[in-house]
């Protein structure tokens, strides 16, 4: 439960590559939309501010570089939080092209997906009956057919490439085996502890959102790595988010919430924004009498290389 000195460490996923603006009139889409998400998501206590890039025509995520810096420049300059940057970009993207901007940017954080999987939410296809842009339909059905890449050698050359520059991940699991994926580039040499390992539950193609499997992810990467090696994390998908991640913190972890996650605040009651979502979890730790990490103190615990040390 809450230890003394122990912090959470809060992680906002402002927009995504998941969801399309069909399914919530708040998901941020243009650069304007995502800064001003981002800089209330951090003024309401997430140490880390993960993202990805949308079109401003039409939503649609895009790798491009000079989008990416209509909006990370000036997150940066409003608040101290910690630019974590998508190299999973969307299923459509080339690891070039997901790469483009991370290699430019050098950040402190990047995610970086431990596999390969069919990620996909073309289930919901199902449920709209009229669509805002005209992309969004084959998008979402697309799903049920397109892999989400990271082969071991992807991940061994992001590990080598944007790790080389210093840039530190958000290693996201979607199933056991990617911490055995993780384990095989420990004993490779290829990443040092801290890792932070982001569990990633409720997405179809992933484990459920049972939390009997955080148990095991948890016991897992305690035997693999040892407990004092890592930061672990939570991200439940759609409705559960907040249960999830709430386990998270009690199982001795930290928590991620954001639009990119679940596009709801409660059942069936969309989130206004990210911020709302930053300041209900936020209540319901510091109820449990967790204390939330600034991200001087993220910075520490994930050993961060620093805010100096990038070129957003
Ligand atoms: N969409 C999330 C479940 C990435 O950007 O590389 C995982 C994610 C992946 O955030
Ligand atoms: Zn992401």
């Not at 889409?29 to 997430?46: K, V």
């Not at 989008?67 to 300059?77: D, G, S």
Request: aromatic letters at 8%; a neutral charge.
């Amino acid at each position: 439960m809450s230890s003394p000195g122990r912090k959470v460490i809060i992680s906002c996923a402002v927009t995504g590559a998941t969801h399309v603006p069909t399914m919530s009139e708040y998901l941020p889409l243009t650069p304007a939309q995502i800064r001003d998400q981002a800089i209330e998501a951090a003024e309401a206590g997430a140490a880390i501010i993960h993202l990805h890039a949308r079109d401003p025509a039409d939503g649609r995520p895009t790798p491009s570089p000079d989008v990416f810096r209509q909006f990370v420049p000036a997150i940066a300059e409003a608040t101290d939080a910690v630019i974590n940057i998508t190299t999973g970009g969307s299923t459509r993207m080339t690891l070039a092209e997901r790469l483009a901007y991370p290699l430019q940017a050098a950040p402190e954080m990047c995610s970086l997906n431990m596999g390969s999987m069919n990620f996909s939410i073309h289930p919901l296809a199902a449920k709209v009956s009229s669509w805002r842009y005209d992309w969004e339909k084959d998008y979402v059905e697309g799903m049920e057919d397109m892999i989400f890449r990271n082969t071991f050698k992807d991940i061994r050359h992001i590990l080598l490439t944007l790790g080389g520059q210093g840039t530190r991940f958000e290693f996201e699991c979607y199933d056991l085996g990617h911490l055995y994926n993780l384990a095989h580039f420990v004993d490779q040499g290829l990443v040092k502890p801290p890792f932070f390992i982001q569990s990633v539950f409720g997405i179809l193609g992933g484990m459920g959102a049972d939390p009997e499997n955080m148990t095991l992810m948890r016991t897992t990467a305690d035997r693999l790595f040892g407990r004092e090696n890592y930061q672990f994390s939570v991200l439940g998908a759609g409705r559960h988010q907040m249960p999830l991640v709430t386990m998270s913190a009690i199982l001795g972890g930290n928590v991620r919430v954001g639009l990119e996650d679940s596009v709801y605040i409660a059942r069936g009651v969309k989130a206004e924004s990210n911020a709302q979502q930053v300041r209900k979890i936020r209540r319901i730790l510091e109820e449990l009498s967790f204390e939330i990490a600034t991200p001087a103190e993220a910075r520490a615990m994930l050993g961060l290389k620093g805010r100096d040390k990038v070129s957003l």
